[in-house]
């Protein structure tokens, strides 16, 4: 059975639930995939800090070169989120001749196209499906089974943080601050909330998803966004009144020949499929000209869910790597 040697940059929530989705399903997966995956090296911050999930102590560094020079790791697993050194990471990484699985939003929606140019310079892969809807396979539907349409609409429910809040702020009548303190005990929304309430985490998902589904790569920057922090308890009534449902969404839609993108609050109707989605749940509803309406619902953050996603792309990656080395 061939090895593919993996390194993992960070091992918080999905660095750790990648791990474990990796070595809890390990039989299955060399069963099904003929592969056998081996992480050979963890970059962390403190060698001391308590693990979310236990792992041999000698496959942790505080040294990113003990991963990216390392000529025998196949693969690098970018989960440390933020920009930088995240995506200064991937790209040494792909210099020194390794595929790349990452699922760090912001970094790769704001070096997206410096990313692929040198995957593809050097021969290597890239994957982002952690980067988008958690555990929901939406980025590798559309570039795979789906990549035969053309793609004329995209509407998604990208954050679990505001779609929590708007969720009880309609079902309960609690205000805005309320649904923000519970959720901040309840672990759905961060201490500092802003990258999820003003829409910011939003864009980066919206950004990857037209580059990979319309073929535009649009800055996050530059998309039109505005978050829920002004959305009243007097809104939400008003389009219940007019059976609607206020959700954020993040919006991609060819329009004339032209192509319109935002994140904002909208009201849907309620007949509307993204309407029904709740509390944390993410969803992605898209359009193709072949395959007209279809919607992908599920858990969109947690440990285990991106996890999930993110030990897909390296079981894919690792399968790519044992073919060439027959």
């Avoid at 040697?5 to 474990?20: D, K, P, Q, R, S």
């Avoid at 990113?64 to 995506?87: N, Q, T, Y």
């Avoid at 990484?93 to 790349?100: M, R």
């Avoid at 995957?119 to 990549?147: D, Q, R, S, W």
């Amino acid at each position: 059975m061939k090895k593919v040697n993996i390194g993992l940059l960070g091992f918080g929530n999905v660095g750790a639930g990648t791990y474990e989705t990796l070595y809890m399903n390990k039989s299955h997966i060399e069963k099904e995939a003929k592969v056998d995956i081996q992480v050979k090296k963890i970059l962390v911050n403190s060698l001391d800090k308590p693990r979310l999930v236990e792992a041999p102590q000698e496959l942790f560094t505080t040294n990113a070169d003990d991963i990216l020079l390392d000529k025998d790791i196949d693969i690098v697993v970018e989960v440390l989120g933020g920009v930088e050194p995240a995506a200064s990471y991937m790209k040494k990484a792909l210099e020194n001749g390794k595929h790349v699985v990452t699922a760090n939003k912001a970094a790769a929606a704001d070096q997206f196209e410096d990313l692929v140019s040198l995957a593809e310079k050097n021969k290597l892969t890239i994957k982002f499906e952690g980067c988008v809807a958690g555990g929901i396979p939406i980025l590798n539907a559309i570039t795979t089974v789906l990549k035969a349409n053309q793609f004329d609409e995209i509407l998604g429910i990208l954050n679990g943080t505001t779609n929590y809040i708007l969720t009880k702020m309609a079902d309960e009548g609690l205000s805005y601050d309320n649904v923000l303190k519970d959720a901040q005990e309840k672990g759905f929304a961060e201490a500092d909330p802003t990258a999820d309430v003003d829409g910011i985490d939003a864009a980066n998902k919206l950004s990857l998803l037209m580059a990979l589904s319309m073929g535009k790569y649009v800055h996050p920057s530059q998309i039109p966004t505005v978050g829920i922090r002004n959305v009243t308890l007097e809104d939400i009534e008003k389009a219940q009144q007019d059976n609607k449902t206020i959700k954020l969404i993040a919006e991609a839609k060819i329009k004339d020949g032209q192509l319109d993108y935002s994140v904002k609050p909208m009201a849907l109707d309620n007949e509307h499929p993204l309407a029904r989605v709740k509390n944390e749940f993410n969803a992605v509803f898209v359009k193709g000209n072949a395959v007209d309406e279809l919607m992908f619902y599920g858990r969109g953050a947690g440990s285990l869910p991106t996890g999930s996603a993110v030990a897909g792309d390296v079981l894919r990656t690792a399968q790519i790597i044992a073919s060439h080395r027959r």
